[in-house]
């Protein structure tokens, strides 16, 4: 039982995760779009994005060797 309240957890994650990087992904156009008019130059945007991605990448790593350990 407790097995497949972990699955139907894991998989309302999963979609939930699915729709964010959905909704993220249509907000990135406009978004580019504002801070290139803003004077923010293409290289800059590439590091913010890169910074940001190996951030969200390092706290999954952790959250997975957690859950690993447990």
């Known amino acids: 039982m407790i097995g497949e309240r972990r699955k139907a957890t894991y998989r309302l994650i999963g979609y939930l995760m699915i729709v964010a ?9 406009t978004l580019s779009r504002l801070l290139f008019d803003e004077g923010v130059s293409p290289i800059t ?11 969200c990448l390092q706290y999954e ?3 997975i060797q957690n859950a690993s350990a447990n």
């Open 61 to 63: 790593k952790q959250d």
């Open 45 to 55: 945007l590439v590091e913010m994005r890169m910074l940001i991605g190996g951030a």
């Open 21 to 29: 990087a959905t909704v993220l992904f249509g907000f990135n156009g």
